[in-house]
């Protein structure tokens, strides 16, 4: 019988991908989404096929199901979406975990948590270890995320010890490819975006703090590989360790499109991490994983995919 997984945030930009992958190992994925961010024509080429099945449903809603595996990547990723409705972010963390992890525990499935390099904040530490507690702020305006996300790792493994729920925890970092939104706010897209239309980048800040880009196929390959593991609950940092400021991403964006478009420095957001860097020697060791790709050869492929979307806007 093949594996059935349940995909939580399956029509977002990494769930996607992830179910795509799924697919192609011959296994079954319910696809579970509220469309808050995530979009039909994500997954729409994966409608027809028996092995798959879209469920439109919000995780703070218990729900029944017969699975092998969940993963759960239900929540809003971009800054500007998880800001929206910061109530609804911590709702979808923290209810959202208790529901799938209920769920996990209810049907014997092992589950795996999609956390973040946001648990440590402003990081004092760098490159950041898992070992690493953080440094994040309990009452600014991206605690809603920074925190339900810290929280639900706490859920995790209280059940874990509690209950003897299977779980995997990842937390990822800095991840685009295609698939992600036109609006989606982040800084990969919103730079391509803008430099395709010709609109001023907009860096916050200076653009001397630092981000490390992974693209999604390297990031989706680390999280197979940890559900696969036997015996290794993680967490785990996933990210590609290539660390560059948000200035010479802006500089490759415009060397790669050919856009004249110009710079417009704009004030830096509050809490806004200055740098960050996985450090992913647990990553290597346990799952005998590395990205591959490099920015150089995954914003190309990214350019490529926003490239269509905004040439159909006319
Ligand atoms: P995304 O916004 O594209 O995807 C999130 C998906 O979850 C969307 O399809 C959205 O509609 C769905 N969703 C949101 N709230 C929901 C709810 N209450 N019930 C059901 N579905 C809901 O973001 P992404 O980049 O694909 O991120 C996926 C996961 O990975 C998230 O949990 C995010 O926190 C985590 N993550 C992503 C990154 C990154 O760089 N992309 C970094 C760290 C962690
Ligand atoms: N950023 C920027 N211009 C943008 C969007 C983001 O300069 O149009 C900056 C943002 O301030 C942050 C970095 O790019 O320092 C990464 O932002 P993103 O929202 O992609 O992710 P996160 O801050 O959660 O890592």
Redesign the pocket.
């Known amino acids: 019988m093949a594996i059935v997984n349940l995909v939580t945030g399956g029509a977002g930009f990494i769930g996607s991908h992830l179910c795509e992958r799924l697919l192609e190992r011959g296994e079954q994925v319910l696809c579970l989404d509220n469309f808050f961010t995530g979009r039909k024509a994500n997954i729409e080429h994966l409608l027809p096929n028996p092995h798959f099945e879209l469920i439109r449903h919000d995780v703070i809603e218990p729900i029944l199901l017969e699975v092998d595996r969940i993963f759960n990547l239900a929540c809003p990723a971009?800054?500007v979406h998880y800001q929206y409705n910061p109530v609804k972010t911590v709702k979808t963390n923290v209810m959202g975990a208790l529901n799938m992890l209920g769920l996990a525990k209810r049907v014997r499935a092992r589950i795996l948590q999609a956390s973040t390099s946001?648990i440590y904040g402003d990081p004092k530490i760098h490159p950041q270890p898992e070992s690493y507690w953080g440094n994040v702020n309990t009452i600014g305006i991206r605690s809603c995320y920074d925190e339900g996300k810290r929280v639900t790792e706490t859920l995790f493994f209280d059940y874990h010890r509690q209950n003897n729920v299977d779980i995997r925890v990842v937390r990822i970092f800095?991840t685009y490819g295609p698939k992600m939104l036109v609006n989606d706010?982040?800084?990969v897209s919103?730079?391509i975006v803008q430099a395709l239309r010709g609109e001023p980048i907009?860096?916050?800040?200076d653009?001397s703090?630092t981000?490390s880009f992974c693209y999604v196929s390297d990031l989706v390959e680390g999280i197979i590989r940890m559900m696969d593991t036997d015996g290794f609950t993680g967490p785990v940092n996933l990210g590609n360790p290539g660390e560059f400021t948000?200035r010479e991403l802006a500089d490759e964006v415009l060397a790669l499109t050919g856009s004249k478009s110009e710079i417009d420095f704009r004030p830096?957001?509050s809490d806004?991490?200055t740098r960050?860097q996985p450090d992913i020697r647990l990553a290597r060791e346990r799952l005998d994983w590395e990205p591959k790709i490099p920015l150089r050869e995954g914003l190309p492929r990214t350019i490529e995919y926003f490239a269509k979307l905004v040439k159909e806007e006319g």
Request: charged share 25%; hydrophobic share 25%.
């Open positions: 971009s800054p946001e800095n706010g982040r800084v919103n730079f907009t860096i916050y800040g653009g703090q981000r948000i830096l957001p806004d991490p960050r």
